[in-house]
């Protein structure tokens, strides 16, 4: 059977004010319609991708009547935590007047966001939820609040944003995967007899020294080279001395035993260091 609230043509688009001193107060009040389009569920017990087929009308927004339910243990504060996530209230609560009277407060409105994991570390999500309640000084039940949820719309800016850095991830990628590899990074060499080899991945350091030797080794062979060609032109002699000849040395004798001058001074106590001497001639 079809139900009432599936009538071609029909749409709900009520305003704060008619959500709160018409649908709100004639629930707390214990008066019911004969159409009804706001039904009564406890929506933290779902999760919000689950609340538009649970809910009697609506297309891009969907609306409940939902009791208050305290936590235990937290100083009052209403559970809204469901099985894969939690309503997170943001900002402070907007009060909500009479266009009729201005002066008039009629409810207060709660605008939570939706997170999916748990407190402290959940991932925000675009559903929306406005939660409205009478105000406190109304002498009516406040155990019921009336829910409106929906999805935040997605601007057309944002959504070209959104690809076109989408697009500059995607050219970044591609240029880094075909770019060739860096002579620093990871070589891997593989042969048929020795198998795989590690890779060898030369650090700073490593570089550091090959190159202090290198520059070691070059300045070693131009000082080489300059002491060759100093060398070679020191021993450069003037034509006609090319070749020297062996100095004539007088040999001389060490014997001064036959030497005249000291033969004078012959007596018995030198002929007895003779011998001696002897030993002292070349």
Known sequence: M????????????????????????????????????????????????ELPGLARIGEREWYFFVRRDRKLGGGGRPNRTTKNGYWKATGSDRKIVSL????????????????????????????????????????????????????????????????AMEEEDAKTFHAFSSSPPSPFETISICSQ????????????????????????????????????????????LPPGLDQLTELQVPKLSLDWTQDLFWTQFNSPWLQTLTPYASMLNF
């Not at 599936?6 to 959500?19: K, Q, Y």
């Not at 406040?142 to 829910?147: E, I």
Request: aromatic share 8%; glycine share 4%.
């Open 100 to 163: 009729s009277n201005p002066k008039r407060l009629i409810g207060l409105r709660k605008t939570l966001v939706f997170y999916l994991g748990r407190a402290t570390r959940g991932s925000k999500t675009d559903w929306i939820m406005n939660e409205y309640r009478l105000p406190d000084n109304s002498p009516l039940p406040k155990d019921m609040v009336l829910c409106k949820i929906y999805r935040k719309a997605t601007s057309l800016k944002v959504l070209e944003q959104r690809a």
């Open 193 to 236: 007899q020795e198998g795989m080899v590690p890779s060898v991945t030369p650090t700073h350091e490593t570089f550091k020294k090959e190159l202090d030797v290198a520059v070691t080794i070059n300045e070693r062979k131009e000082e080489k080279a300059e002491e060759a060609k100093f060398s070679s032109k020191s021993l450069q």
């Open 2 to 49: 079809t139900r009432e609230t599936d009538l071609p043509g029909f749409r709900f688009h009520p305003t704060e004010e008619e959500l709160l001193d018409f649908y709100l107060k004639r629930v707390v009040s214990g008066k019911r319609l004969q159409f009804d389009p706001i039904g009564i569920l406890n929506l933290y017990h779902h999760d919000p991708w």
